[in-house]
């Protein structure tokens, strides 16, 4: 009897929990020493078409004065060069791992002033630095600007996107390498991108089973430590082996995203809610101006004047509660949602007020 008892408990067990999914182990975690790096600049762009800084950037005109400098070309103490064609713009790059000197980066150049537009621009060679001071690479090119801006003498003005940034493809070239200790370490630390402590252990089994027991070992939630081959070539050989493996991922908190800006809603595939009952009401006020002109009598000494008169109406949209059974889906709280002609702020609070009552296991995430 008990023996029965405990095979149907098992059998429960197994139909209550979640199908795993095999992914690739390196879409789970990131190597340590294997990263990009971030440089920065600052340069001027040249070549605009009246498009440049206005008088009121003085920095423009005195790295001008700088660079004329560099080349024998010396200005009198009060003057100042009224340039139109030229702007001062930051210049970053990302250096991808393993970079070295003579490979090229894509550059994004933006301005720093007051230009209009950057469209049409080249960037005169402008070095990269690291956040350890050093240059690790050197920046020149024509600026590719995907936006556009048109203004009128009146004033009025249309802007496409933006014109005061643009890519140059392959416009930095890396003169230095960025060093990394990944080969000269004795093991190969792994950092899951979200901590679980379910997708660490099972990191962990899957590892030792093809490579053998005690070759990974979890040192937290994050960070796994793997034993590796010291030699290059057999460190490369093995990482290669790390990338074909699949490892079946833990679970994953669902999450439901907010970008407040643009009034966007993401909710994630697993969110469910608890039994809950909502109603949701909007209180709006409405202020009417409606001015009226008053006339003095005839033959009074009196002014026309305008007297205003505002009006104020206080609405209140009235809902009915809507209730979600237990365990509720995706698919069950966005049709509810939709059949109230609900807008993306009414999912907001609706969603917000649900995850504070604990009625809904998800991670609220506000952009």
Known sequence: MAKSFRLALAVLLLAWLPAVRAVPLMDLVDVEGIRGNQLIG?????????????QQVHFTSQSVE?????????????????LRNVAAVSVTATVPPAYGPGQTLDVTVASLGDAKSLRGGTLLLTPLYGVDGEIYALAQGNVLVGGVRAEGQSGSSVAINSANAGIIPNGAT?????????????????????????????????IDQTFGPGTATALNATRISVRAPVDSNQRIRFMAMLEELDVDEGRVRPRVVFNSRTGTVVVGQGVRV????????SLRVVISEQPQVSQP???????????????????????????????????TIVNTINSLGATPDDVMSILQALERAGAMNAELIVM
């Open 42 to 54: 600052y340069g001027l762009v040249v070549g605009l078409d009246g498009t440049g800084d206005r």
């Open 66 to 82: 700088n660079m004329l400098k560099q080349f024998g070309v010396n200005l009198p103490d009060n003057v100042n060069p009224k």
């Open 174 to 206: 890396i003169e230095r390498a960025i060093p990394t200790d990944f080969t000269e370490r004795d093991d190969v630390v792994l950092s899951l991108r979200q901590p679980s402590f379910q997708t660490a252990s099972r990191i962990v089994a899957a």
């Open 274 to 281: 608890k039994a809950a009952a909502v109603a949701h009401g």
């Open 297 to 331: 009598e005839p033959f009074s000494q009196g002014q026309t004047v305008v007297v205003p008169r505002s009006g104020v109406a206080v609405e209140q949209d009235r809902s009915s509660m809507f209730a979600w059974p237990e365990g509720a889906s995706l698919e």
